[in-house]
């Protein structure tokens, strides 16, 4: 069992940022992609970014330009940094893992972020 666990979400201003962590009981490298997702009241779950093992990512339209996914330092961490944040971005940001060589996920509990206008 692989637990991911997020940290870094909290209240900011339109136009500020903020730097969310996912810490994971594996390290990064024994996961195919490490990615975040975000879900807002009332909406469906969607994807903000992905790393994956070769370190190429993908964005989502919405965040390009403004987020960066990357790995930690510690090796089992993968961090989003936020910067421009706009009242849109405010959601549960959940962190998901999948297992290198498998279809095996694991998702966190989530981490609230939330942009005053």
């Known amino acids: 069992q692989v637990r991911l666990v997020e940290s870094g979400g909290g209240l900011v201003q339109t136009g500020g940022s903020l730097r969310l962590s996912c810490a994971a009981s594996?390290?990064?490298?024994?996961?195919?992609?490490m990615g975040w997702y975000r879900q807002a009241p009332g909406k469906q779950r969607e994807l903000v970014a992905v790393?994956?093992?070769?370190?190429?990512?993908n964005y989502a339209d919405s965040v390009k330009g403004r987020f960066t996914i990357s790995r930690g330092n510690a090796k089992n961490t993968v961090n989003l940094q936020m910067n421009s944040l706009k009242p849109e971005d405010t959601a549960v940001y959940y962190c998901?893992?999948?297992?290198?060589?498998?279809?095996?996920?694991?998702w966190g509990q989530g981490t609230q972020v939330t942009v005053s206008s």
């Open positions: 790393l994956f093992s070769g370190d190429s990512s």
């Open positions: 998901k893992g999948q297992i290198l060589g498998t279809t095996v996920t694991y």
């Open positions: 594996a390290s990064t490298f024994s996961f195919n992609s």
